[in-house]
């Protein structure tokens, strides 16, 4: 079983930089069956729990369209997650890799993305499916999932150009 902030081994943990401000506003709150990291699932699921999205003024009517998009991608800030470690090993099978070759929580900046199923919007909450965060989760951003968004913009040259 996991212990709450062990280091296993082959971690590495750092003592992270002074923070300051980016300017990341919380927008809403999100409301999930969970409470413990523990019991938290490590990937939502599209047959997971109903979970509510409640968005904070004055972001309500940011919401109008996106009611047509099936799938919503939801940025959150994981408010319980640690934030030193630069190696990890998460199936504690004694093998490391950085912190950004895995979707660990653990990172420098603990922001989390989720692909969710939209159930409905009901004025300033949505039910969705798909969630892996804890219950009082600070919402940053919605966006339709970009797998289904056409971009307004055509392509222009250069767009798709790799540097050598």
Same mark, same amino acid.
Request: aromatic share 6%.
């Given at each position: 079983?996991?212990? &709450? +902030? !062990?280091?296993?081994?082959? /971690?590495?943990?750092? =003592?992270?930089?002074?923070? @300051?401000?980016?300017?990341?506003?919380?927008?809403?709150?999100?409301?999930?069956?969970?409470?413990?990291?523990?019991?938290?699932?490590?990937?939502?699921?599209?047959?997971?729990?109903?979970?509510?999205? !409640?968005?904070? !003024?004055?972001?309500?009517?940011?919401?109008?369209?996106? #009611?047509?998009? *099936?799938?919503?991608?939801?940025?959150?800030?994981? =408010?319980?997650?640690?934030?030193? &470690?630069?190696?990890?090993?998460?199936?504690? =099978?004694?093998?490391?890799?950085? @912190?950004?070759?895995?979707? #660990? *929580?653990?990172?420098? +900046?603990?922001?989390?993305? #989720?692909?969710?199923?939209?159930? #409905?919007?009901?004025?300033?909450?949505? @039910?969705?499916?798909?969630?892996?965060?804890? =219950?009082?989760?600070?919402?940053?951003?919605?966006?339709?999932?970009?797998?289904?968004?056409?971009?307004?913009?055509?392509?222009?040259?250069?767009?798709? /150009?790799? !540097?050598?």
């Amino acid at each position: 079983m996991v212990r &709450l +902030n !062990e280091i296993r081994a082959g /971690e590495v943990a750092v =003592d992270p930089p002074a923070a @300051t401000d980016a300017g990341l506003v919380y927008i809403g709150r999100i409301r999930t069956p969970w409470t413990d990291r523990l019991a938290c699932p490590r990937q939502g699921r599209a047959d997971g729990p109903a979970c509510r999205i !409640e968005l904070f !003024e004055p972001w309500v009517a940011a919401l109008d369209g996106l #009611s047509a998009y *099936p799938r919503i991608e939801v940025l959150y800030w994981l =408010d319980a997650a640690r934030r030193d &470690l630069v190696r990890q090993s998460p199936a504690n =099978d004694g093998l490391t890799r950085g @912190t950004f070759a895995l979707r #660990s *929580p653990v990172r420098p +900046n603990p922001i989390g993305t #989720s692909i969710a199923h939209l159930v #409905s919007i009901a004025g300033a909450v949505l @039910t969705v499916r798909g969630l892996d965060c804890l =219950d009082g989760t600070p919402l940053l951003d919605l966006k339709p999932d970009r797998t289904l968004f056409t971009p307004i913009a055509k392509p222009q040259p250069g767009d798709f /150009e790799t !540097e050598a």
